[in-house]
Each structure stands twice: as C-alpha cells, then as structure tokens.
C-alpha cells in the first residue's frame, strides 16, 4: 500500500458477520454514536437503488474500509450486482429503513451551500467533466489523484464567491485538477463581455503535458492562462515569486508535500498581509496521526488557518480518505516571513519523499503500519 488515495476498489461484499446482519449492523451503528449519520446515509443509500463502492464512499465521506465493514453488517441482505454494484435485497429494504429511521436522515438540513450556486453552473460541470476527461491521464508518481468535475467548479464558485477576483492574480501550485481552466470560464461566464476585468490565473506544474492541454484548451475557448513549467522542489519561476493574491494547491498528502506546497504558495504572494494560501487536504479518520502530523507541518510554517471547510473537495479515487478533502484557508505570519526569508529555505527538497507513491514517507509508513483505509 504506497498511496492512500489510490486504493483500487473492492470486488465483493467483505466476509459477512457471526451474527444476524440487522443485529450486526445495528451494534455498528451504535458504536459510531454522533458520528452515525454517515454510516446511516450508506444504509440509506442501499436502501434507494444499487450503489458502487465508490459511490457510496464519495457520498458519504467514510473511509474506505469503513464502508466496507457497513456492507460486512449487512451479511446476505447485500449481493453484488451489475457494474460491481451493491444491491439490498428488496425484501430487506422496509426493514433497514425502519433501523436507522431513514425519514429522520433525509428530512435533515444539507450542509452544501454551495450546491444551489454549483447547480446553476450545469453547463461548466459538463464542460470540466469533458475537459478532464480528455487531458493527460494521471501520474500516480505525481500524486495525480483527479478531483470531480463538480468539485473543480465548487472551487471556482467558492473563490468567486469569497474574494474580489475582478483583476485578482490567482497561482495554482500544481494542476492537473485542471482548477485553473474552471476559475477563468466561470468569470468568462459571468461577464462575456471582452473588456471584463477577469482574474489573471497562472498555473506552475513538472507536467508539461499537463501544462501544454491546459494552455491549448484556454486558447480553444477563448480565455487566458499562464503555464509555466517549474519543478516546485527547486523553487518557483523567478517571475511567479510574489506576484499573486491567492495561490491554491492540491499537494501530494505527506506533511513534507503539503509542506513544500504551501510553502511555494507563499513565496507566490505579493501582499504578505493580505495573500492568503489556500490548501486542499484530507486524511482518514482512522489514521488521526497523520491528519495531526501534516497540520503540525503547516503550523511550523507559521501559517494559521483562518478557515477550515470540512469535505470540501471531491475525488475519483482517494477512498481510502472518504474520496474527500477539506479545504484550509491559511494566514501567513511573520514567523512564515521569517522562515523564507532565510536563504536556504526549501531550497533542498529534491526528494521523492515528497510523494505518498514513493512509499517512504512518514504518510506512507503510517498507513503501511495501518494497512488500507
Ligand atoms: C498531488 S497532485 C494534485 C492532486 C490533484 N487532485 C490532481 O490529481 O491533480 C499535485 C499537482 O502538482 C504537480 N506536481 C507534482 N510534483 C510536482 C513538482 N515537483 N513540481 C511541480 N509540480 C508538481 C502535479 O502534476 C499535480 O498537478
């Protein structure tokens, strides 16, 4: 097991249990105690028509192996179906329904804000879902772990929403999310017209393939990016050092990744008041340390995070982290300053312990100690 976002997934329902399934599954639940919504969303999810496994850990957050102990719960009342669905048996489903008081889980109040703002922006979620599906596939010894379609537009709307972007420089650090792309059409959208004060987006990335589709595809539609190749590890363009407002990354999920990520985010602020660094990460609920280990690398940096929006990002793979990250909002301080300020400051990173791919990183040993979540 090297990186934890890329798990392949699961062909059948895990060993079913000693005792009866509503009797298992029922003493699960109760062992999650206010955590059981999401458990109790998986059951529900059963309950409406057949799920994948990764459909079921994208909608409800869970680790992987989480959800596979849910279906474990469920012994016979679950079999495989179609397209490595799960289906409940149909005579089953009143039952379970009853267990985890399925009206009382549905009548709840969804925490999305964004969604209705995301729903109005259909037809950029078509364009992003076609856009990713043809740019270069993904590197695993990049880290490359594609986000949804509807996750890169979330990002869009949510910038778009929170800061003045009308001239705003934005540096994506990394991206093969293809973030950059949904940023500049979304304010082409918003204000077709050609004189528009839109954001001014500059991507720096090692993949040159990615670099190259992402440049093609903005000229294709009309609007502007900035590709420039840089390996992060080095250092960022000369050019790039402080010259944004915002910069975002998806970095690989070691603390050394998300460190040196973070860190170059930084270096690309203008305003050291004002810059902000906004940073996509998640980790397993069932591996803590790890979650503690890279935000303790943050906060090393002197960076405070003023904002922490829970399951944020979305995944196509990474169920071992519930197919989820949240986004941290980070605050550089002067003790950030201080830190690359110093001449040799991340200028010796040029390690592959940078990578979860790589296996020999502290995010690596922990969930090889821990095996898949
Ligand atoms: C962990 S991946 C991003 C995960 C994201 N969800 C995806 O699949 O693209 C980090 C991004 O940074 C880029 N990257 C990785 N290593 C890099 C390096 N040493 N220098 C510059 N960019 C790098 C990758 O190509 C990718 O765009």
Not at 57 to 84: F, K, W
């Amino acid at each position: 097991m090297t990186d934890p976002r890329t798990l392949p997934p699961a062909a059948d329902p895990p060993a079913g249990p000693t005792s009866a399934p509503g009797e298992s599954l029922a003493t699960l639940l109760h062992g999650y105690r206010v955590h059981a919504r999401a458990p109790r969303g998986v059951v529900a999810a059963l309950t409406e028509r057949p799920r994948t496994l990764r459909a079921l850990v994208q909608d409800s957050g869970l680790p992987r192996r989480s959800v596979e102990e849910i279906l474990g719960a469920l012994g016979d009342d679950v079999r495989t179906g179609t397209g490595g669905t799960f289906v409940l048996r149909p005579g089953a489903v009143d039952r379970y329904r009853t267990m985890i008081d399925y009206d009382e889980l549905r009548a709840g109040i969804p925490l999305d804000s964004l969604a209705a703002a995301i729903g109005r922006h259909a037809n950029l979620v078509t364009t992003m879902h076609e856009l990713i599906a043809s740019a270069p596939r993904p590197r695993a010894e990049l880290d490359h772990v594609p986000a949804t379609a509807a996750t890169v537009v979330r990002r869009a709307v949510w910038l778009a929403s929170h800061y003045d972007l009308r001239d705003a420089r934005l540096l994506c650090v990394g991206d093969h999310d293809l973030t950059s792309l949904a940023v500049v059409l979304l304010a082409a959208a918003a204000a077709p017209d050609p004189a528009r004060r839109e954001p001014a987006v500059t991507v720096v990335d090692i993949d040159e393939d990615l670099l190259e589709f992402l440049d093609r595809s903005a000229r294709s539609r009309g609007v502007r990016l900035r590709c420039l190749y840089a390996d992060l590890r080095f250092g960022l363009p000369p050019s790039v050092a402080g010259s944004a407002d915002l910069a975002f990354t998806d970095p690989p999920y070691t603390p050394q990744g998300v460190s040196l990520f973070a860190a170059r985010g930084a270096q690309g602020l203008a305003d050291r008041e004002r810059g902000r660094v906004l940073v996509a990460y998640g980790y397993s609920e069932r591996v803590p340390t790890l979650g503690w280990k890279v935000q303790r690398a943050l906060l090393d940096q002197g960076l405070v995070f003023e904002a922490i929006w829970p399951a944020f990002h979305t995944y196509e793979g990474a169920e071992a982290v519930g197919a989820r990250a949240d986004m941290y909002v980070c605050q550089p301080t002067p003790a950030t300053w201080k830190q690359l300020d110093r001449p040799a400051a991340f200028n010796e990173t040029a390690t592959t312990e940078i990578y979860t791919f790589y296996g020999s990183s502290a995010a690596s040993d922990v969930y090889k100690r821990q095996g898949p979540t």
